[in-house]
């Protein structure tokens, strides 16, 4: 199923609080329609808070989200225009690679599903791989099939945590093409990053949460302009 609708994110306010502690304290951000925004910050800082917020596994105490015209965020149609990538990696351990995927095509309404997996696999290079049950992939194999998951319904918006994490050099180069190839105009994609050097030729902006806050938000062109900011780079080589 396609949802025609704008895909620009926009976050007023946002409010989190674990054990009264705000860690989204009055969070507010723009992501453009078609842009690719890194979000950095410290450990702690809340990135993972905030992905899982936009893709609706937790609740914000306060605050609005909405994507386009369309204010209505838990909106299930919504919802299926998504792709996520987070730390849990959400898979049936008994059931293989090809059957998770069915299980979320099924999920996802998709008509063309057979088609849809064959080609996500092949684009995450796990073809090879796809009958075995998933308890006998690796960290890095499941990564891999995590990225699957979140692109099999081809979603006008990608959140990614760390989607780096567990992959060897081979397959982080692998994920670096992916990425460019996965920028495309109606599509927004969040990207939660430690160590974002790699990804400032392809990406568009950079974000930097801090105290519970959006502190710097700026087109990559401008980044030489911030010192403060390139530092911080800086020092995450
Ligand atoms: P990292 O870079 O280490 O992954 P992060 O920026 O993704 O960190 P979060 O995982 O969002 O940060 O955590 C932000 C804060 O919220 C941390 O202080 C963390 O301890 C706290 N926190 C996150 N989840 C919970 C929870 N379920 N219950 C209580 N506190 C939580």
């Known amino acids: 199923m396609t949802i025609s609708c704008s895909s620009q994110i926009t ?20 992501l453009d329609d078609s842009s690719f925004c890194l979000l950095i ?11 899982r917020i936009l893709a609706g596994l937790a609740r914000a105490d306060e605050g609005e989200i909405s994507i386009g015209a369309n204010h209505n965020f838990s909106d299930h149609l919504l919802r299926l225009n998504l792709g996520y990538v987070g730390h849990e990696p959400m898979f049936y351990n008994d059931l293989t690679a090809v059957e998770n995927l069915r299980h979320y095509a099924h999920l996802y309404l998709l008509t063309d599903a057979e088609e849809k997996i064959n080609q996500t696999l092949h684009l995450t290079g796990l073809s090879q791989y796809q009958g075995q049950p998933l308890r006998t992939f690796s960290r890095g194999m499941q990564q891999r099939l995590s990225l699957a998951r979140a692109l099999i319904h081809n979603p006008s918006i990608l959140l990614l945590d760390e989607p780096y994490t567990s992959l060897d050099p081979l397959a982080a180069k692998f994920l670096d093409n992916q990425l460019h190839g996965l920028q495309k105009p ?15 030729p392809i990406a568009t902006h950079i974000a930097w949460l801090k105290a519970g806050k959006i502190c710097q938000h700026l087109p990559i062109e401008q980044l030489a302009e911030c010192p403060e900011l390139n530092h911080y780079l800086q020092e995450r080589v």
């Open 11 to 30: 976050i007023q306010g946002l409010i989190k609080r674990y054990h009264f502690r705000p860690v989204l304290d009055q969070l507010s951000l723009t």
């Open 41 to 51: 910050g410290a450990n702690g800082a809340g990135k993972t808070t905030l992905l």
């Open 186 to 200: 109606g599509r927004t994609i969040l990207l939660a990053a430690h160590r974002p050097q790699r990804l400032l």
